[in-house]
């Protein structure tokens, strides 16, 4: 590129384009030429290798997600080596004084065994722990990046609707993972899980009796928990992960907008070397954090609640937090029960455990598909928006994390209400009304800020910047000089990409007293009304009030102070 | 640290139309050059490596540490020594690979280029020919096997395509046993003792103090299954006198004071396990379900929708409390065949 400015001095051997063609050594050239011969991969290798990966903090999150499940994996095949998916009882003799010769089932004593008697089994146990917690929290996080950039439109919806199912079956392989070392938590977790199926209308005994072979707690539990734990949804996990990242990889990444950036370029770092050597640095780093929190910061110390017993239950019991806004909405749930005909309907369990999960998840899983449908946009989409740039949807997001939020605090009512010292029912209550009010509130105050901070945008890239140098004009008026932004700022912005104004329609009865086709439909008038909270409100500047003559005048000084 | 020049021309475009001003074809154009220190002058650079190849010697030292500290405890050491070395091994193994990470981060950051580069995206979608030819694939092939002609073939395969799915259903129906009556049954009967659940024995007349509680159950632990231990919890409560207000039809079921009700919560079956004194209710410490005592156990906060079921006692000839009958009604969460 002849036109570069400024291209310095390198330490690197390099013309004024980039990196010099370096001629490989003959063993690398045969190496290659014989995989070529039998793989056809240089072609491959050519195409791949300088794939444009663009570089953002935000984008980390899901590699956050992919290293702790490999973690997951390495530490996970170690405690299979040791950890026994037995319910058959034997008397504890290991090494932890408190429990000698307590009663206890084989999972639980073998999980004290990889605690307390193998070397290493209480780090890699307590990694494990941690890079769940890690991968659930990173997966979600991720997820709201997607969503709050509108990453998932056209093309990618089929990755959003794999990278839910992902989420979904993280958190299934989380409770039953923790649910393993059958410790009195878990097994009051499965306590609740079996209630909650038993919820179930119609069919709810016949679906808990199925999943625990028989009345709780189910001599087959455990070795299925485990076979569904260790085997089918990792096998399922890595699959779809799988797809996920050639999904990713063909389709090529999102970019935020920038000034070379737009809908049909991809502007960042070549995968190979300097891309593909960072993250390998990255999977390091997320494997250091496991390993410095699973050697310093316990974790489910399962040796201090005692083997499981169904007469006992430890107070303050939380669940990890991808389960503990289900709980909370447990908690919440006013006491109401239908008795008809011989048959009962427990909404005190299955509403907030069945109901509103489903609806939730089904909302979260089709929401690519319900934006398409009310914005009629079907056109495809590689720059990340701004979320103030996309206000409905960012106020939609807002609203549905202010929910899980209320949720998961609501399933710690009880810490709430004894360390703040608040009567445990009141805690309740406030939960009650809080769910029902605040998130409301949430989308109209984020849908506001998104139309403020917009505002402030367009006036920033129509008007400049304040300079903070005050002038005084010839006529004796002072003002203070704003200077144009930079380019690549106004670029930043991505004010190109902001959400459309909503479409003009015709009036529903024309002059001619003729109905408009489709104008009574039930269908379209909710498309209609869910346009109203997606599609543009007017956010135009004012105009300045100046009149003509000032305005020339100011012009001239702007210029004047930028030469 | 990092400059940013913006040397590149502003418009991709032209960095497109001009291939041949590129040097390098077979690298991504740069279209934002970043000059760094490191670039600049070679003794940083040269600084910059001996950094990072102090982090890799850092990681070797943690890889050492990590085997010295398992090599120091023997298995089957004390709790104490356990706890002391999985902070060893986890603080060495967290400095092997954090040590690797900042080297491996420091050297992409300081010396590899950090130029950004253009690629540009090609359209997902196919030629429209390529289309045309696929859909017309797609029917020529559907066409060939026949099934938009032969009605009589698509519906026997529908059909035996469709009974095909049910071997799959039926062969799981050994998953469980079906729950007849077993959801509404307990161990609880007629003349039943109320054994303590901690020792086994029966318990007697005068055991418990007043506003004291206990949990009992038929049988002694070892000899129930999980299954029906898991319905058996009973908790004993001794009111102070006079305030047990009896239900209509349940007037004989307390025996001087003493009331008897299930411990498996009415919500979703955790253990009722606090029972506070002062205001005689019994709390689920689960989700909170709120019972009181005196009334039946009957819910004044919470989730759970039935009182907890009454176990009607009274004493046997010995002192010892005995159950009158089983429960007349189901323990633990409600299901559809309750009723």
Known sequence: MSTTRGAGPTNAPTTSGGPAVATPPAFVKKALGDVDDRFGAAGFLRRNMNKVFPDHWSFMLGEIALYSFIVLLLTGTFLTLFFQPGVNEVVYHGSYAPLQGQRMTEAYESTL???????????IRQIHHWAALIFMAAIVCHMCRIFFTGAFRKPRETNWLIGFTLMTLGIFEGFCGYSLPDDLLSGTGLRIAYGVAESIPIVGSYVAMFAFGGQFPGPDLIPRLYV?????????????????????WHQKHTQWPDIHRNNTNVVGAPFYPAFMVKTGGFFMAVFAACAFLGGVVQINPVWLY???????????????????????????????????????????????????????????AIYPALEAWITKDRSAHHVCDRPRNKPGRTAFGAMMLSYFAIMLLAGGNDLIADHFHISLYATTWIFRITILVLPPIVFWATRRVCLGLQRKDLHSAEHGYETGRIVMLPSGEFMEVEAALPPEQVARMGLAYRQAAAPELPPAVDEHGVRRPGSRNPVEKVRGALGGFFYEPDVGVEPNGHDEHEEHERDELTTGAND | ???????????????????????????????????????????RARRSERIISLFFLLSAAGTIGFIASYVAYHPNVSTAEARTQNILLGVCLGVTLLGLAAGIIGWVRWLMPAHETLQERHELSSSEADREAAAQIVMTGFEETGLPRRSLLKRTLGLSLGLMALPGVVVLRDLGPLPEKKLRTTLWEKHSPLLNAETGKPVKLGELAIGGFMTVVPRPVEEMSPEDYAK????????????????????GWAYEDHVAYSKICTHVGCPVGLYQKQNHNLLCPCHQSTFHVPDGCNVVFGPAARRLPQLPITVNENGEFIAQAGFDEPVGPSFWERG
Not at chain 1, 113 to 123: A, E, N, Q, Y
Not at chain 1, 308 to 314: K, L
Not at chain 1, 332 to 337: A, G, Q, T, V, W
Not at chain 2, 232 to 237: E, F, M, N, Q, R
Request: charge should be negative; proline fraction near 12%.
């Open chain 1, 228 to 248: 569904v734990h260790i085997l089918l949804i990792p096998g399922l996990l890595l699959a779809l992960i799988t797809a996920h990242m050639l999904i990713m």
């Open chain 1, 306 to 364: 005692g083997p499981y017993n169904p007469a006992q239950v430890g107070a303050g019991s939380q669940p990890d937090f991808y389960i503990g806004w289900l709980e909370g909405t447990l908690r919440m749930m006013p006491r109401l029960e239908s008795n008809f005909w011989g048959h009962t309907i427990s909404w005190n369990v299955f509403v907030p455990a069945v109901l509103v999960p489903g609806l939730f998840f089904t909302i979260i």
């Open chain 2, 232 to 251: 058996a919890p009973v908790l004993l409560i001794r009111l102070e006198p006079g305030l047990n207000q009896p239900l209509p039809g349940r007037e």
């Open chain 2, 1 to 43: 640290m990092t400059e940013h020049v913006p040397g590149g021309p502003h418009d991709t475009a032209a960095a497109v139309a001009h291939p041949e001003v590129e040097p390098n074809v077979l690298r991504p154009p740069v279209v934002e050059r970043v000059i760094r220190p490191q670039d600049a002058d070679p003794a």
């Open chain 1, 113 to 123: 065994r990889i605690s307390f008697d193998i070397r290493g089994g209480l780090l």
